[in-house]
């Protein structure tokens, strides 16, 4: 099974630029795609998007497709989720998980990403 | 983009309360549905896919049934530690798309 640590909270202000990390463990991380997940405050789940760190694959939620961007680094077997440009609604928690086909195996622990000027 | 309605959006219900939780497609998804449980402040924890198979370590008062478009959760016997928010997915297809949650709540 795959572990996930991500990194830590984070507090920006509008127009600022961010880059989260998912890191997993365990010697099948190439072979499982990583996604993540936004949770708004007070609000349900929502899929962003996932890739496959292996080759890069990378597929997008239409609402988040120019958003974000995802990306890997399968040599330190890393995921990220990035912003160029923040707004105030992108305050959430995000997740990443992973797993097999569409099935999740695991969850990393979230990331709080605070945007308030 | 394939729409999941769950019923009810929340639910009091006592411990020892037989507890069911449903979930419609909008489309036909076969059985390409899981079930996750969240608790305040935590990550989700994923508790059935392929809409009946249990997730290891979790047990079995929860179980799952259902395929093409209804799908339902059931806790045999509700539990404190069961108090929670309960989400259905689906991933017949991209993008893969959350139920809006079904909070379960001390009675």
């Known amino acids: 099974e795959v572990q996930l640590v991500q990194s830590g909270a984070e507090v920006k202000k509008p127009g600022e630029s961010l880059k989260i990390s998912c890191k997993g463990s365990g010697s099948k991380f190439g072979n499982y795609w990583i996604g993540w997940v936004r949770q708004m405050p007070g609000q349900g789940l929502e899929w962003m998007g996932f890739?496959?760190?292996?080759?890069?694959?990378?597929r997008y939620t239409p609402s988040f497709q120019g958003q974000v961007t995802i990306s890997a680094d399968k040599s330190i077997r890393t995921a990220y989720l990035q912003w160029s440009s923040l707004k105030a609604s992108d305050t959430a928690m995000y997740y990443c998980?992973?797993?097999?086909?569409?099935?999740?195996?695991?969850w990393g622990q979230g990331t709080l990403v605070t945007v308030s000027s | 983009d394939i729409q999941m309605t769950q019923s009810p959006s929340s639910l009091s219900a006592s411990v020892g309360d037989r507890v069911t939780i449903t979930c419609r497609a909008s489309?036909?998804?076969?059985?390409?549905l899981a079930w996750f449980q969240q608790k305040p402040g935590k990550a989700p924890k994923s508790l059935i896919f392929a809409a009946s198979s249990l997730q290891s370590g979790v047990p079995s008062k929860f179980s799952g049934s259902g395929s093409g478009r209804d799908f339902t959760l059931t806790i045999s016997s509700l539990q404190p530690e069961d108090f929670a928010t309960y989400y259905c997915q689906q991933y017949n297809n991209y993008p893969w798309t959350f139920g809006q949650g079904t909070k379960v709540e001390i009675k």
């Open positions: 489309q036909d998804i076969s059985n390409y």
């Open positions: 890739i496959y760190p292996g080759d890069s694959d990378t």
């Open positions: 998980a992973t797993g097999t086909f569409g099935v999740v195996d695991s």
